[in-house]
Structures are given as structure tokens and as C-alpha cells.
């Protein structure tokens, strides 16, 4: 069982940046792929980015490239999703995930490549 917390949402102007963080609890932290996710409201979930398992293979939807940056300290057990020029539009609920262990990072682009979520952290950017 693997829990995900997130944390370092909140209110931001536009132009703006955050830096959420997503804390693995469990020893399997380094096997997975992660996945960043954020859901707006009245909207369905959408794929943000993906880190490969030692961190060194990244991709990121193309509305937020250029912007946004995930990385990830296996000796903490946490990700992170740098977050600058943020726009409006970003406004989101934003979730960490873990994929199975030992799978391609191209496997937590999708939600069905997903073994586990994070429950969320608000991003609210004003304009």
C-alpha cells in the first residue's frame, strides 16, 4: 500500500509560480512512475506530466510545456511539480499518482496505468 500526499497548493496571482510536493509513504516509492493530474472544476481529469522512475525521463501536456518542470528525490520519497507563468486556466485540483511498479513512465500518462492516487491540492490563480 502506497499513501501519496500532496501539499503546496493555494492562491496565486497569474504570472505567478507554486511548487507542490507529493509525499510517498512505503518502500516502493523508487520502482514507480509518477504522474501529475489536475481536474478543473466542471471538468474531467487530465494528464499534466509524467517522471520516469529515476527521474531522468519527463513529459508534460502541451499546455502546460515550457512552464511547468517535475522532478522527483527517491531518497525523500517525494515528487515535485514546479509551476511558473501560471495562468489562469490553471485552476485545478492537482493530484500525484503511482503507477505498478517497474512500468514505463508512458504508462501513467493514461488513468488506467495508475495503481494510486493522492487525494489533491487546490491551485487557485487569479487574474
Known amino acids: 500500500q502506497v499513501q501519496l500526499v500532496e501539499s503546496g497548493g493555494g492562491l496565486v496571482q497569474a504570472g505567478g509560480s507554486l511548487r507542490l510536493s507529493c509525499a510517498a509513504s512505503?518502500?516502493?516509492?523508487?520502482?514507480?512512475?509518477m504522474g501529475w493530474f489536475r481536474q478543473a472544476p466542471g471538468k474531467e481529469r487530465e494528464f499534466v506530466a509524467t517522471l520516469s522512475r529515476d527521474g531522468g525521463i519527463t513529459t508534460y501536456a502541451d499546455s502546460v510545456k515550457g512552464r511547468f518542470t517535475t522532478s522527483r528525490d527517491n531518497a525523500e520519497n517525494t515528487a515535485y511539480l514546479q509551476m511558473n507563468s501560471l495562468k489562469p486556466e490553471d485552476t485545478a485540483v492537482y493530484f500525484c499518482?503511482?503507477?505498478?511498479?517497474?512500468?514505463?513512465?508512458?504508462?501513467?500518462?493514461?488513468?488506467?496505468?495508475?495503481?494510486?492516487w493522492g487525494k489533491g491540492t487546490l491551485v487557485t490563480v487569479s487574474s
Open positions: 512505503g518502500r516502493t516509492f523508487s520502482s514507480r512512475a
Open positions: 499518482a503511482a503507477g505498478r511498479p517497474y512500468r514505463s513512465s508512458s504508462n501513467v500518462k493514461t488513468e488506467d496505468g495508475i495503481e494510486y
